[in-house]
Nanobody
Framework: QVQLVESGGGLVQAGGSLSLSCAASGQTFSNYAMGWFRQAPGKQREFAAAISREGGRTLYADSVKGRFTISRDNAKNTVSLQMVSLKPEDTAVYYC????????????????????WGQGTQVTVSS
């Protein structure tokens, strides 16, 4: 499986912006659809955004649509999550995940579809 390491989390005020990055290694990155998930204290891990192998298709949770943008750079083996207009309810540990697929347009919002996970990075949005 691909190894994933997130970075870029931190503390930001409501209305602010933050950018997360996930670096992949160990496997051919372009063989993986990628996703960002998040988990707030006491809650289940939930889907935020996903992107297909070549970036041609993206998917967003309704709660982040219009505020978050997922992108990838297969030459640099990275996937990013740009977050703007952050809200206190966006506070969570954010996880990068990879799902190996043969389909160039495949994306998934299901946690169970992703076999590779990073260790997570904390995002805290103060009110």
């Amino acid at each position: 499986q691909v190894q994933l390491v997130e970075s870029g989390g931190g503390l930001v005020q409501a209305g602010g912006s933050l950018s997360l990055s996930c670096a992949a290694s160990g496997q051919t990155f372009s063989n993986y659809a990628m996703g960002w998930f998040r988990q707030a204290p006491g809650k289940q891990r939930e889907f935020a955004a996903a992107i297909s192998r070549e970036g041609g298709r993206t998917l967003y949770a309704d709660s982040v649509k219009g505020r978050f943008t997922i992108s990838r750079d297969n030459a640099k083996n990275t996937v990013s999550l740009q977050m703007v207009s952050l809200k206190p309810e966006d506070t969570a540990v954010y996880y990068c995940a990879g799902d190996r697929t043969y389909s160039s347009m495949y994306v998934s919002r299901r946690t169970s579809d992703y076999a590779s996970w990073g260790q997570g990075t904390q995002v805290t949005v103060s009110s």
